[in-house]
């Protein structure tokens, strides 16, 4: 059993700052990467930021420059900042863990129910 808890999700005005949480426990040997990912109804899920076992990073495009990753190894945590929040940033946040059960398993991926962002003056 895996669970993925995601917190920190609300209603935010234009231009300022949230922080999203994500936890992950359960049966993992270890974790490959952790990132965020978000979907607006109607539309696909899009990947928001990342970061490895290695501490590299990856972004999507459109917060590339507003939002930054970061990881707590020992917690099995990640953290997402997000500064100058524009509406276009509101969607049903999503964090996935990629990660093994086992020694010499297949890697796979787990998912939180989500977190809600609306952006709106």
């Known amino acids: 059993q895996v669970q993925v808890v995601e917190s920190g999700g609300g209603l935010v005005q234009p231009g300022r700052s949230l922080r999203l949480s994500c936890a992950a426990s359960?049966?993992?040997?270890?974790?490959?990467?952790m990132g965020w990912y978000r979907q607006v109804p109607g539309s696909e899920r899009e990947l928001v930021a990342r970061i490895d076992d290695r501490g590299y990073r990856s972004y999507g495009d459109p917060v590339r420059v507003r939002f930054t990753i970061s990881r707590d190894n020992d917690k099995n945590t990640v953290y997402l900042q997000m500064m100058r929040l524009k509406p276009e940033d509101t969607a049903v946040y999503y964090c996935?863990?990629?990660?093994?059960?086992?020694?010499?398993?297949?890697?796979?991926?787990?998912w939180g129910q989500g977190t809600l962002v609306t952006v709106s003056s």
């Open positions: 359960g049966s993992i040997f270890s974790i490959n990467a």
């Open positions: 996935n863990v990629n990660y093994l059960a086992n020694a010499g398993g297949t890697s796979l991926d787990a």
